[in-house]
């Protein structure tokens, strides 16, 4: 375990360092969140039945968790430039821990996700969102959010490892921007076809979405939802831990094999 924290926290360094020598896609992934806030709240927001106020507030908890879940999108693409420029190849060469490098970006991730959303929160104050819950909840909300942030780095570093190319992983990636379109991040599920809204429903984007609304007091969880939408918290957390158990063992495998 300790050579694990060792190996994690160097290749923890390293990621940050990449990130911070890459100063445009910093900024490009921390204020498309924030253009996107405005852009729905106040366009989409004003073809919507909820007032435009009463919208944003709905929708803030919703880009958050839509933000979180492109961690699947990010991880993917960093593994496949890592592996598809011989650098995965070059770790396994050295005595270190095969769950350290993996952890290592996972983990960088996670400090960068944290760090973006406290522009975000202030921007949402701005625009009328407020925490209507108690100071608690919303630390439990923020927590929970980061934690779907770190499940969803596993998935993409799986997927990453799993393409080993750069061209396919951004086109994979690309396409995950339909998954908060079939959530209640941006509008909500009770007037979809039954179908529909059972699918919307059992995306884990809407289950911690509803959480987050529930936690920070902007929106009661709906009546007659599905299981994970109508134990939001509970739904979250079970997400999660199946997500992280299915995938964190995987992209470990997967880099440590190799090709294989």
């Known amino acids: ?14 990621q940050l360092r990449r990130i911070r020598n890459n100063p445009g896609l910093l900024i490009l992934t921390q204020t498309m969140p924030i253009t996107m806030l405005l852009f729905f709240g106040y366009v989409l927001g004003s073809a919507l039945a909820m ?41 396994r060469t050295l005595p270190m821990s095969r769950a350290a490098v993996p952890l290592g970006q996972a983990a960088a991730d996670l400090i960068v996700t944290a760090a973006g959303t406290v522009p975000f929160l202030l921007v949402g104050l701005a625009v009328g969102w ?29 997927l990453g490892l799993l393409t080993r ?44 979405t509803t959480a987050l ?5 902007n929106a009661p969880v709906p009546d007659g939802a599905a299981w994970p939408v109508a134990h939001p918290v509970a739904g979250s957390l079970a997400w999660c831990a199946v997500l992280i158990a299915v995938f964190a063992p995987l992209a470990v495998r997967r880099y440590a094999h190799g090709e294989r």
Request: aromatic share 10%; charged share 15%.
């Open 165 to 208: 190319n750069e061209e396919a992983a951004g086109q994979l990636g690309g396409a995950t921007f339909i998954l908060p379109l079939l959530s209640n991040a941006y509008i909500p599920t009770d007037g979809l076809p039954g179908w529909l809204r059972t699918l919307a429903e059992w995306n884990p984007i809407s289950a911690v």
């Open 130 to 158: 407020r925490v209507e819950g108690s100071a608690l909840e919303a630390v439990g909300a923020i927590g929970l959010l980061l934690l779907f942030r770190f499940a969803m780095a596993w998935v993409g570093i799986f």
């Open 1 to 14: 375990m300790s050579t694990l924290a060792y190996d994690g926290g160097a290749m923890l360094g390293r």
């Open 213 to 217: 609304r529930d936690l920070f007091g």
């Open 51 to 91: 007032p435009g106020a009463q919208y944003r507030s709905f929708l803030v908890p919703g880009l958050l968790v839509a933000t979180a879940a492109n961690g699947l999108m990010t991880g993917m693409f960093q593994a496949a430039q890592d592996t598809h420029r011989g650098v995965m190849d070059r770790f």
